[in-house]
């Protein structure tokens, strides 16, 4: 005996916006690396070390090599390194920087990834995928500030001489959110006018200095912006091809965000 499965019209009304809802708030990953606690360095350009034996001494970075929460990475006057992070995000550090990796986890069977960077000195770039999970987090941590996004192009620099954090939004949008340390500096009446966090747009800039109030969030000018991604330019031909993948993810949730908000506005 056969039996046939029919939906009713308004059935269907009802749990499209269910499906859809599915569909958007699990996409597609990203392959994750083999150890979902471990980065692998795609490419590395000029001198560029890591820490070994606990942190006591530093030996020379390879491709291939993989990094783990605790370890620590400089890169000279004319280094870099790419790094493909559990989450599938790419991480670029540029020349002259210190890098540790607070933290770095990847819980697949829940989609949950964790990770916190803490720029000593130096610069990065990091492209980010969509963050959907709640629990999950991409982190940048200076002395001042802590920086978090959910799905963007961004750059961060912070130079201890002066005690300036400096962002950079390329793509999407970042969060900047002065730390208690820095606040405190402040007397009472500057600190009530010192927001508790700053969003800095695509094509913006912000920059954050210990013992000033922060300033305006400012466009971010072509020609700054080509200073500011000297040596944090992608032009490893794989590491492309990872943040395309990166990019057409962040496109197909936008998608359905838009699919579902068209729904349910009709």
Known sequence: MKTIL???????????????????FYPAPIAAQPDTNC???????????????AGKTWAPLA?????TAGDEIKTGSDGAVDLELPDGSILKIGPDSLVIIREMLRVEVINTTQTTLEII???IRAVVGPITDKNSHFTIETENSTIGVRGTDFGVSYNPDVGETELFCFEGD???????????????????KILRSYLVNKNRRLAIMTGRAPGAIERLKEAHKKQVLAGLEFKNERVL??????????????????IIRKHFLN
């Open 6 to 24: 029919t939906i009713s019209r308004s059935a269907a009304i009802i749990y499209f916006p269910l499906i859809i809802s599915i569909a958007f």
């Open 39 to 53: 980065a692998t360095a795609l490419s590395i350009t000029g001198p560029t070390s890591i820490t070994v034996d």
């Open 63 to 67: 491709p291939g090599a993989t990094l």
């Open 121 to 123: 000195f130096g610069k």
């Open 174 to 192: 970042v969060v900047l959110t002065p730390k208690e340390s820095f606040l405190k500096s402040f007397s009472p009446e500057i600190r009530e």
């Open 241 to 258: 091809e990872k943040i395309e993948l990166i990019k057409k993810r962040r496109e197909l949730r936008e998608n359905r965000r838009k």
